[in-house]
């Protein structure tokens, strides 16, 4: 298994571009999230979702949209993107209230610069 | 709305000797609290688990502890060595709907050897 994997691994934005932040696990999970690393900070809930077809806001998802059309991929939208957006954007998912672990694995991240 | 504090922000401990990082959670609902372990340029991993149901659970050199009535959750690393050198994250979520996750902003171990 490749477990969570992201791409890109970095990218460069103009303010006002758009781009998306591809997610796929390979684990079958029913549940994945999206979160932000700012510098010297925790990881911040941008947006979840506990299966196909189905997403909810997490505590910052201003600026960002989600879709879920299948249980492997998650993918990520800035539409307009802000310096704020600058940070380290993670993927996770994990199986979900009736798996046998509640652990969320992570993918290796996403360096997004907005200048 | 929630908040999980954690200290402290940075860590230095001797090869060999004991680490603890200590958390607190505002949310009484919160029953899940996993600890990860983030090495540069990597995403957290998961090192170990408690659920609200358990005050102690050990996995070889790390140990957790959880005081339910104060809010206080803790980990402990007992003969630490340089590759336990690394950002460690805790964190507390309500094992219901998303499963929404809130994290300490982390804490630096160095550990020299």
């Known amino acids: 298994n490749a477990g969570v994997t992201q791409t890109p691994k970095f990218r460069i934005l103009k303010i006002g571009q758009s781009m998306t932040l591809q997610c796929t696990q390979d684990?079958?999970?029913?549940?994945m999230y999206w979160y932000r690393q700012d510098p010297g900070m925790g990881l911040k809930l941008i947006y979840y979702?506990?299966?196909?077809?189905?997403?909810d806001k997490g505590e910052v998802p201003n600026g960002y949209n989600v879709s879920r059309s299948t249980t492997e991929d998650f993918p990520l939208r800035l539409e307009l993107a802000a310096p704020s957006q600058t940070s380290v954007y993670f993927c996770?998912?994990?199986?979900?209230?009736?798996?046998?672990?509640?652990?969320?694995?992570f993918g290796p991240g996403t360096r997004l610069t907005v200048l | 709305g929630e908040n999980v504090e954690q200290h402290p922000s940075t860590l230095s401990v001797q090869e060999g000797d004991s680490a603890v990082i200590k958390c607190t959670y505002s949310?009484?609902?919160?029953?899940?609290f996993p600890w990860y372990k983030q090495e540069l340029g990597k995403g957290p991993q998961l090192i170990i688990d408690?659920?609200?149901?358990?005050g102690e659970k050990k996995d070889q050199r790390i140990a957790v502890t959880l005081n339910k009535t104060a809010k206080h959750f803790s980990l402990h690393i007992t003969e630490t060595q340089p590759e336990d050198s690394a950002v460690y994250f805790c964190?507390?979520?309500?094992?219901?709907?998303?499963?929404?996750?809130?994290f300490g902003a982390g804490t630096r171990l160095f550990v020299k050897a």
């Open positions: 949310d009484s609902a919160s029953n899940y």
């Open positions: 964190a507390a979520s309500e094992r219901t709907g998303g499963f929404k996750t809130i």
């Open positions: 408690i659920r609200s149901n358990v």
């Open positions: 684990m079958n999970h029913n549940y």
């Open positions: 979702s506990v299966g196909a077809g189905i997403t």
């Open positions: 996770a998912s994990s199986y979900g209230l009736a798996g046998p672990t509640d652990t969320q694995y």
